[in-house]
């Protein structure tokens, strides 16, 4: 994981919206006298273009295929200077316009003392104007400070989002740095939705700033926004406002970090809604903004539980702390500990050293070194890589794009369905083994204690034997009477009944008459059952 700490931007270009206030028209001739010092400060905020950290791309590639290390003391030391080149553009930029104060106020001192006969000119009527519209504008200014500090003594007053200045900078180099502003009015009002989405922590923040240290300290009074799991009804995620009380540490599994690359963590967060407290892994954190919803419901139960409500003062100061952990001075041994704890976890789960070992036996089998062969074996062996939780993993998944619900549900019906063909599958063969049990019993003449109306395989057994001799056995029950031909008796040699024979001879003397050579049809049914002698005399 390449560790990213908070980025600045160098400055805004002059001109720019966010650069500070120009001076009026008639004091243009102090920006010839800062221009080399403005052109030095452009110089070094450009020194590097790429990302604000590289001077081109080739040293760009150069420095990420460092080691984690080396390349991240390289990134922190550029950061700090890129901090300090900011800090010198904007006392330069202050200087120059005190400088340009200064000037101007000379220059209204000098026009007071002018003499009132003197002849005005047109260069003089041109100066009156941009005076008269000096003092407008200062006024303005007056005007527009005296609406806020009222503004702010108003238990009502709300700041607007272009006014604020206290959210947290999460995003690196393309915000400005702000400091936090606290209302004047001794009780502050309660938060708004606003107030707690500055302090909301996502899953790719947590992932940021999970081994930095004091994480847990700075995070805690936060507020995360939970997936508690879908709806019995609609099966839609149910997300709830949560407030983070610290944290502990559980069964490891995997997350995402801002990069998209999958980390190991173990820490998993404490979350109070209400009442309530409960641990949740990282990634049940959505990334995604409060909704109006969520907000209300969260007050509501504050209100029924009586738990005390946040007020807005309290999270200004929480995004404070949030702001010196992302802003942090790492020093080397810092940087050494975070780096050794975040790829201890990641070796522990990743399967590069099992991988390794079974290369190497492969390599011994080929070489046929029986000793190669039995000590990697045994190696890897004991080399177990241990799942992650929450059927995480490692391996970064081939789509990017979201499953819908239809298809979350066809994939959980098809591991049901293998679940239940497995479960039934494991059934059949124990009720197979305890039916070849009674079997055996049955057949040793035991006693056997179940019920014998169950269901048995039944296995037909033949008595007759086709191949065994005719002879004449003595008269028994059931014998037909004397004169009635055995079965074996009623035979031709070719063991053809002799209804039958006496049919095919018909058809044989048939086609003798006809004197031509003919297809012999086969014997129908009505044929051999008309020819068949029943034995019965029917009386009339």
């Known amino acids: 994981m390449t560790i990213k700490t908070k980025e600045y931007l160098f400055g805004s270009a002059p001109g720019s919206p966010d650069s500070q206030a120009s001076a009026p028209m008639d004091e243009s001739d102090s920006d010839s006298d800062a221009s080399p010092a403005r052109r ?4 070094e905020a450009n020194q590097y273009p790429v990302d604000g950290l590289f001077r081109d791309y080739e040293e760009k590639e150069q420095i990420m295929s460092m080691r984690e290390i080396e390349r991240e003391q390289i990134l922190a030391e550029r950061r700090e200077e890129n901090e300090r080149i900011r800090q010198n553009r904007m006392l330069r930029q202050l200087k120059v316009n005190q400088e340009k104060k200064r000037k101007a106020s000379l220059a209204e001192l000098d026009d007071s003392s002018r003499k009132t006969s003197r002849a005005r000119t047109k260069a003089d009527d041109k100066m009156d104007s941009l005076r008269r519209a000096r003092e407008e504008r200062s006024n303005r200014k007056e005007q527009r400070e005296r609406e806020n500090d009222r503004r702010k003594r108003s238990p009502s007053y709300r700041r607007s989002p272009g006014r604020d200045d206290s959210d947290v900078e999460w995003d690196g180099p393309s915000k400005k740095k702000h400091r936090s502003r606290s209302p004047e009015s001794r009780e502050s009002p309660p938060a708004e939705l606003r107030d707690f989405e500055r302090v909301r922590v996502g899953r790719s923040r947590f992932a940021e700033v999970a081994f930095y240290p004091g994480f847990d300290d700075a995070l805690s009074g936060c ?12 099966r839609q995620d149910v997300y709830r406002m949560a407030l983070i009380k610290g944290f502990t540490t559980g069964k490891a599994y995997a997350l995402e970090d801002h990069q998209g690359h999958q980390m190991v963590v173990d820490m998993y ?4 809604h209400g009442k309530a407290v409960r641990e949740w892994p990282l990634i049940t954190c959505s990334d995604r903004k409060f909704t109006e919803a969520e907000y209300n419901r969260y007050k509501q139960v504050c209100l029924a539980e009586g738990v005390p409500f946040p007020d807005r003062q309290t999270l200004v100061d929480k995004i404070d702390d949030i702001n010196r952990l992302v802003q942090r001075t790492w020093t080397e041994q810092e940087l050494s500990e975070k780096l050794k704890r975040q790829n201890a976890l990641q070796a522990k789960f990743s399967s590069a050293q099992r991988d390794y070992v079974k290369k190497q036996l492969d390599i011994a089998r080929q070489a046929n070194d029986e000793a190669a062969i039995a000590r990697y074996q045994e190696r890897l062996e004991k080399l177990e890589v241990p799942r992650l939780a929450f059927r995480t993993s490692l391996t970064k998944k081939d789509g990017k ?16 369905r293998k679940k239940n063909a497995e479960e039934v599958r494991k059934a059949q063969l124990r009720e197979r083994a305890r039916a070849r049990q009674i079997e055996k019993k049955i057949e040793r003449g035991e006693a056997v204690q179940e019920d014998m109306s169950r269901r048995l395989i039944t296995r037909p057994k033949f008595v007759h034997d086709s191949s ?14 004397p ?11 070719n063991g053809v009944l002799p209804h ?8 044989r003397q048939q086609q003798k008459k006809n004197g031509l050579p003919v297809i012999s049809a086969p014997l129908m049914d009505d044929e051999i059952i008309g020819a068949m002698d029943l034995g019965i005399d029917i009386e009339l």
């Open 40 to 43: 030095s400060v452009d110089d």
């Open 223 to 234: 507020f995360v926004r939970l997936n508690i799991g879908p709806d019995p009804d609609t």
């Open 269 to 272: 967060v404490k979350a109070a």
């Open 401 to 416: 794009k979201d499953l819908t619900q239809q298809e979350k549900l066809a994939l959980k019906n098809m591991e049901n």
């Open 468 to 481: 065994e001799k005719a002879t004449p056995s003595p008269s028994k029950v059931g014998t037909p009477a």
């Open 483 to 493: 004169g009635t031909p055995s079965r074996a008796e009623t035979r031709n040699s």
């Open 500 to 507: 039958i024979a006496k049919l095919q001879e018909q058809h």
